[in-house]
């Protein structure tokens, strides 16, 4: 394993670490302010907000095939995306996912499912139309690459934390202006702003979680497909092909910006932030131009980074810098 892989492993496993731990303190904090006063509004809270989870786990699969438009293709519809996908898992020593096609009018991927043999991979029919096979070929290993890492049950997980503090939030905020003794209901606003702010913080982390997924799954494209550049060209495609659609188009897909191998929101910048890495101007970016980047210095600026922290998906240029400095397998 590599030494960048392992630090984004690692970095990920700590979030987690301090996620869970954050909602211990938070707990422990509310068993010495309010569990007297505010236990059923607490169990309540926690009772449909694990509800949720359930029905979000076991009905997700369906909810994003149907709200993707996803169809399920065979070998005889699609032999170069089922010829690709054989490859990579085998490569991965995993189970083949099912293969799918979605009809949103952007070019993208994105693969979701609860288990490793239940799991989904799907391309966009606009993303098909713009990749060589190269390239295809490295987004279905980033794509397989979050099936590997089971990331995605991972985040589903992270998710409910939040989830928690915020249900607890509203159910204590409404029950303190509207019940209870002033006593009691001073203690449950105050846990209730604790809620609040304990959600703001671990939705960040969560956020977090997420880009970092994200990268090690850019780098397990690089391990099973042995090469850097075909990732770092599609996803150059990719943002520039969806910042040529109509912003109708992306609001289609906003409930699920998470999934997708690059965020459909910030294409515009992201076009603009990489023009100039394209120095031949040929649409595409190759191994001399990566290695450019690699040699450069890249740094985002302040205003790149706020707008970084709140997003599911790490910057594009700090990520194809970030497969510039990643090694190709020989």
């Given amino acids: 394993m590599s030494v960048a892989i392992w630090k984004l492993r690692l970095r990920l496993w700590l979030s987690v670490t ?22 059923g509004f607490l169990g309540f809270a926690l009772a449909i907000t694990l509800l949720m989870v359930f029905i ?13 438009r996803v169809r399920r293709v065979t070998e005889q519809e699609e032999p170069r ?31 979701y499912g609860r288990t490793r043999r239940g799991a989904r991979i799907c391309v966009t029919r606009e993303l098909m139309g713009r990749l060589d096979e190269k390239e295809l070929k490295g987004v279905l290993g980033h794509e397989l690459s979050h099936i590997l890492h089971r990331d995605v049950v991972l985040i589903t997980l992270l998710s409910v934390i939040p989830m928690v503090l915020y ?6 905020f409404w029950g303190s202006l509207f019940g209870g003794r002033s006593r009691d209901r001073g203690a449950a606003m105050a846990v209730a702003m604790g809620a609040f702010l304990f959600y703001f913080i671990s939705q960040l982390f969560v956020l977090y979680a997420s880009r970092l997924r994200e990268l090690y799954a850019d780098q397990g494209a690089v391990r099973l497909t042995g090469e850097r ?12 092909g969806t910042s040529r659609h109509r912003p109708e188009d992306l609001k289609k897909v906003e409930g699920m910006r998470a999934l997708f191998a690059s965020d459909p929101a910030t294409a515009r ?20 131009e990566l290695d450019m980047m690699a040699r450069e210095n890249i740094r985002i600026g302040r205003a790149q980074r706020m707008m970084e922290m709140f997003s599911t998906h790490p910057n594009m240029v700090k990520r194809i810098k970030a497969l510039s400095d990643t090694e190709a397998r020989a």
């Fill in 18 to 39: 301090l996620l869970f731990a954050l909602l211990y303190a938070f707990f422990v904090g509310v068993g010495f302010l309010a569990f007297r006063t505010a236990t």
């Fill in 269 to 288: 910048h992201d076009a603009v932030d990489l023009r100039s890495f394209d120095l031949n101007r040929d649409g595409r970016i190759d191994e001399s």
């Fill in 229 to 240: 550049a075909p990732l770092a060209s599609a996803l150059f495609k990719i943002v520039y």
């Fill in 167 to 172: 249900h607890i939030y509203i159910s204590l």
């Fill in 81 to 111: 995306l089922h010829a690709i996908v054989d490859e990579l898992a085998r490569e991965a020593k995993m189970p083949k996912p099912r293969v799918g096609v979605s009809e949103v009018p952007i070019p993208n991927a994105f693969a």
């Fill in 56 to 68: 979000q786990y076991m009905l997700g699969p369906v909810i994003v095939g149907w709200s993707m």
